[in-house]
């Protein structure tokens, strides 16, 4: 079992930036591939970002490619998503998601083993 708890979202203006942590416990963290997802109200849970668990291989969508950056940091078991030029599009409640396939960069929701109860970001125009 793995629990993952998401921190560091906020309220921000466009064109600012914010930094999630995604923070893992339970199974030796690197046996696990990451992804961030996001849901904003009314719509569907959408993939915005994934690393696999050497962080060699990252995926973005591409609504957020060039102004997001994932990374992990194994030694103390987190996940990080810099968002920076933060749109008020980019509203939504931010998801931290572990997948066993750690080799892989997963986009799809179905992928994934054990999700957090999300973090709130907020942009305002």
């Known amino acids: 079992q793995v629990h993952v708890v998401e921190s560091g979202g906020g309220l921000v203006q466009a064109g600012g930036s914010l930094r999630l942590s995604c923070a893992a416990s339970?199974?030796?963290?690197?046996?696990?591939?990451m992804g961030w997802f996001r849901q904003a109200p009314g719509k569907e849970r959408e993939f915005v970002a994934a690393?696999?668990?050497?962080?060699?291989?990252?995926y973005y969508a591409d609504s957020v490619k060039g102004r997001f950056t994932i990374s992990g940091d194994n030694a103390v078991n987190t996940v990080y998503l810099q968002m920076n030029s933060l749109r008020p599009e980019d509203t939504a409640v931010y998801f931290c998601?572990?997948?066993?396939?750690?080799?892989?960069?997963?986009?799809?929701?179905?992928?994934?083993?054990?999700w957090g109860q999300g973090t709130q970001v907020t942009v305002s125009s």
């Open positions: 998601a572990a997948t066993r396939l750690s080799w892989t960069v997963l986009t799809t929701t179905g992928g994934y083993d054990y």
């Open positions: 339970g199974r030796t963290f690197s046996s696990y591939a």
């Open positions: 690393i696999n668990w050497s962080g060699g291989d990252t």
